[in-house]
């Protein structure tokens, strides 16, 4: 999901709730500094998609990790049985960039890549169909509603595969 629409949230309490391991993809490269440069005009690091892929590599063929980041079109197919693209309404994510610091054209492109549905349809076309899910992640009433969801599907999986 676009930056602000809760996948860190979501993903630190699915992880507590379902004893997974939790990787927030951004942070993991800024640790390891994954870059491949620096993007002047969105004032930020340009992540090493490559780099990421090796470090993650280990631990998700292992299994039980919840992996956080926007993007998603570069990761393999074999590592996801689900994908959830969290979408949040742009007056509510509006605020929340704001309030991060965003501005400009940043603020801007993070709104329309909301608007035009962007990483949704990025997750369409990386992975098959059936295993995209749009969740809305406007409300603390939202998350509880997708916590309990997500875990009853991970519930459900694990009984049908072990």
Same mark, same amino acid.
């Given at each position: 999901?676009?930056? %602000?629409?809760?996948?860190?949230?979501?993903?630190?309490?699915?992880?507590?709730?379902?004893?997974?391991?939790?990787?927030?993809? %951004?942070?993991?490269? #800024?640790?390891?500094?994954?870059?491949?440069?620096?993007?002047?005009?969105?004032?930020?690091?340009?992540l090493?998609?490559?780099?990421?892929?090796?470090?993650?590599?280990d631990?998700?063929?292992?299994?039980?990790?919840?992996?956080?980041?926007?993007?998603?079109?570069f990761?393999?197919?074999?590592?996801?049985?689900?994908?959830?693209?969290?979408?949040?309404?742009?007056?509510?994510?509006?605020?929340?960039?704001?309030?991060?610091?965003? #501005? %400009?054209?940043?603020?801007?492109?993070n709104?329309?890549?909301?608007?035009?549905?962007?990483?949704?349809?990025?997750?369409?076309?990386?992975?098959?169909?059936?295993?995209?899910?749009?969740?809305?992640?406007?409300?603390?009433?939202?998350?509880e509603?997708?916590?309990?969801?997500?875990?009853?599907?991970?519930?459900?999986?694990? #009984?049908?595969?072990?």
């Amino acid at each position: 999901g676009t930056p %602000g629409v809760g996948k860190t949230t979501l993903g630190k309490e699915l992880a507590s709730r379902a004893g997974m391991t939790y990787i927030n993809v %951004g942070d993991m490269a #800024k640790e390891g500094e994954l870059y491949e440069g620096f993007d002047e005009e969105y004032d930020c690091p340009i992540l090493d998609e490559d780099r990421v892929i090796d470090e993650l590599e280990d631990k998700m063929s292992e299994g039980g990790v919840i992996v956080d980041y926007h993007g998603c079109d570069f990761f393999p197919e074999r590592w996801f049985h689900i994908v959830f693209v969290l979408r949040t309404e742009n007056s509510f994510l509006y605020d929340r960039l704001e309030s991060r610091g965003y #501005k %400009g054209k940043k603020l801007q492109d993070n709104i329309q890549c909301e608007i035009f549905q962007t990483l949704y349809e990025e997750a369409m076309l990386s992975y098959r169909e059936e295993i995209v899910h749009q969740l809305p992640s406007n409300t603390p009433e939202d998350l509880e509603r997708n916590l309990d969801q997500i875990m009853q599907w991970i519930e459900q999986w694990m #009984k049908d595969n072990n």
